[in-house]
C-alpha cells in the first residue's frame, strides 16, 4: 500500500536557526498537504500543494512539491519558540477520498 | 475553530467491552475521517465517510466499525475493546476532495483519549 515518510523524526535547533522536514511517497500523489500539531493540541492545516514543481512561502515558511510529485518538504527560517511542535505532511493518491499521513517531525526549538 | 465536537473526551474500558466515539460537525462538511494517533506513527486513517451511509476502510480498519447515519454525526465503535486500541482518536471533516480550485482542507476535533486496560 501506499507509504509516506517523513524524516528527521525529531530534530531539535536553536533559536535563530533553519529546519527542514522532508516528505517521501512511494507512489505519485495528487496533491499533499502540510500540517502543525501543538503539543497536547489537534492538527492545524498549513497549506495544500497541487502542481509538480510548485513552490508557496507563508512568512517564515517555505513549502516545496517535487517534480514527479513523491517528495515535498517544509523549510522554516529563523525558527522561533512558537513553531515548537510536530509537523505532518499528508498526500492524496489520484482517485482515492483519503489522505495517508507521514509520521511526522517532532521540532523542538531552543531559546 | 470549525465546529467539530467529538464525545467523550476520555475514557478509560476494559478489555473486551464494546466503546463508541461520537463526531459531531455543525459544518455539513461532506467528508468525515476517523484517525488514531499512537507514538513514532504519526496519524493512521482507520475509516472515513464520503456522505450519508457512504463509509470506506482506511489503513487500520480491523476491529473497527463506523457509521454515519446523517451528515453532522460520525461514530466509531470498537466491537470489543483491545489493549492494542490504547490511543488518542481524532475525528476530521473536509468540504472536498481534490476539488481543484479550493483546498482539501481537513479540520481535526479535539481528540478523544482511549485507554483499555
Known amino acids: 500500500g501506499q507509504q509516506v515518510m517523513q524524516i528527521p523524526q525529531y530534530q531539535h535547533v536553536q533559536e535563530g536557526e533553519d529546519f527542514t522536514t522532508y516528505c517521501n511517497s512511494s507512489t505519485t500523489l495528487s496533491n499533499i498537504q502540510w500540517y502543525k500539531q501543538r503539543p497536547g493540541g489537534h492538527p492545524v492545516f498549513l497549506i495544500q500543494?497541487?502542481?509538480?514543481?510548485e513552490v508557496k512561502k507563508q512568512k517564515r515558511l517555505t513549502f516545496q512539491f517535487g517534480e514527479a510529485k513523491k517528495n515535498s518538504s517544509l523549510h522554516i527560517t529563523a525558527t522561533q519558540t512558537t513553531d515548537v511542535g510536530t509537523y505532518f505532511c499528508a498526500g492524496l493518491t489520484s482517485g482515492t477520498y483519503k489522505y495517508i499521513f507521514g509520521t511526522g517531525t517532532r521540532l523542538k526549538v531552543l531559546a | 475553530d470549525a465546529g467539530i465536537t467529538q464525545s467523550p473526551r476520555h475514557k478509560v474500558t476494559e478489555t473486551g467491552t464494546p466503546v463508541t466515539l461520537r463526531c459531531h460537525q455543525t459544518e455539513n462538511h461532506r467528508y468525515m475521517y476517523w484517525y488514531r494517533q499512537d507514538p513514532g506513527h504519526g496519524l493512521r486513517l482507520i475509516h472515513y465517510s464520503y456522505g450519508v451511509k457512504d463509509t470506506d476502510k482506511g489503513e487500520v480498519s480491523d476491529g473497527y466499525s463506523v457509521s454515519r447515519s446523517k451528515t453532522e454525526d460520525f461514530l466509531l465503535t470498537l466491537e470489543s475493546a483491545t489493549s492494542s486500541q490504547t490511543s488518542v482518536y481524532f475525528c476530521a471533516i473536509s468540504e472536498s476532495i481534490a476539488g481543484g480550485t479550493t483546498d482539501d482542507e481537513q479540520f481535526f476535533g479535539p481528540g478523544t483519549r482511549l485507554t483499555v486496560l
Open positions: 500543494l497541487v502542481k509538480s514543481g
